[in-house]
């Protein structure tokens, strides 16, 4: 999984240009964003045919305020540039609810 530290508009428009992207905004002090790092290689593996991007919300602010994403960590799946669905709340997630989730776009 790609680290953005600091992503910009325009460097959003290249990664979600083609094909399906998956972006998970997170927070190095975020515990609920630390407790799926043991679970995102599996997930990745499972949708092999997405790219994924571990996004940093702090340094991401501006973009993050944009998309409308104030909980963490939160995912946004594009296809070929549009945005077709969001996992976006502070909760705390499981694998199985990121991959239900991800399965549920199919």
Known sequence: ME???ALTKEKLEEITAAGRTVLLFSAGWCPDCRF????????EQD???????K???DDSID?????NIFGIPSFVV???GEEIGRLVNKDRKTKEEVEN???SLK
């Open 3 to 5: 680290e953005i530290k």
């Open 101 to 103: 989730f991800l399965n």
């Open 78 to 80: 594009y296809q070929d």
């Open 63 to 67: 973009i993050a305020k944009e998309l």
């Open 47 to 53: 949708f092999s045919d997405s790219k994924f991007y």
């Open 36 to 43: 799926l790092d043991p679970f995102l290689p599996e997930i």
């Open 55 to 57: 996004i940093d919300r």
